[in-house]
Structures are given as C-alpha cells and as structure tokens.
C-alpha cells in the first residue's frame, strides 16, 4: 500500500492565512488617517491637472457670434427754427378756431331753445362749413 501523503497546511489548502488582518490594519490607517489620504489625492489631482494643460495645444480663441442690431426707425430730420415757428402758429391757430367754434356753438343753442341737439349740430355744421364765426363775423351785416 501506498503510504499517505500529508499535506501541509502552510500551502493553503482551506487555510485564509494573515489576509483578514492586513485588511483590517489597511481599513485602520485610513480610518485614522483620511485627511493625509485627502490630500495625498489633491496634490495627485493639481498636478495631473497642470501637466496635462502644459501639454495641451493653445485652444483658438472664441469669437462670439455677432449680435443682431436691433431694428430701428428712420430718423427724422432736425426741424429749423422757421419750421418750429410755423408748426407753432399752425397749432395756435387751430386752437383759436376750436376755441371759437365752441363759443359759436354755445351762442347757436341760446339762440335756438326748442331745438333738439340734432338740430343744433345741424345749423352748427352749416355755419362752420361756411367759414363763419360769431365771434369774427359779428358786424358783418350780409351774414343771416
């Protein structure tokens, strides 16, 4: 009969060995130590960082597109003093000849007391198209 071999148990065989506790002291230090560990990966990360940016190419310069220009009316041209004083007057006249009809219109229900407002708008109108005022035209002896 063969003679039994014995294996040993030092090779292994169902054996876990001293791993456990190499884990365990691993786990401990960096327990104990995380903030040397933290900046241990800072200084790894700036300079990994500023290594690769010195051997990167020059990035081209960005031009922004260019902004529409907002659309904008034509300008008018700058009125002179002449102009300025003839809008002027145009715009005092049209207020006196408002003025004056207004005053006509008032003067034209007095004069007519039963007429309905219809009908006073009426002589009004047929006055004012005419081109007369009581105010301008008061002595003048032709006008009815």
Avoid at 68 to 87: E, H, I, N
């Amino acid at each position: 009969m063969a003679a039994k071999r014995r294996r040993s148990r030092s090779k292994g065989g169902g054996t876990i060995g001293c791993a456990p506790f190499l884990a365990l002291i691993v786990i401990a230090l960096i327990v104990q130590y995380w903030w040397v560990l933290l900046i241990a990966l800072g200084v790894v990360a700036i300079t990994v960082g500023l290594v690769r940016s010195a051997n990167a190419p020059a990035r081209p310069a960005r031009v922004p597109p260019p902004k529409p220009q907002p659309v904008m009316p034509p300008r008018r041209p700058v009125a002179s003093a002449d102009d300025l004083a003839a809008q002027m007057r145009a715009h005092k006249q049209a207020g006196r000849v408002r003025d004056m009809q207004e005053w006509d219109y008032e003067w034209i229900r007095l004069a007519y007391p039963g007429k309905s407002l219809r009908e006073v708008n009426d002589i009004a109108n047929a006055h004012f198209a005419r081109g007369r005022s009581i105010g301008i035209n008061w002595g003048d002896p032709s006008a009815p």
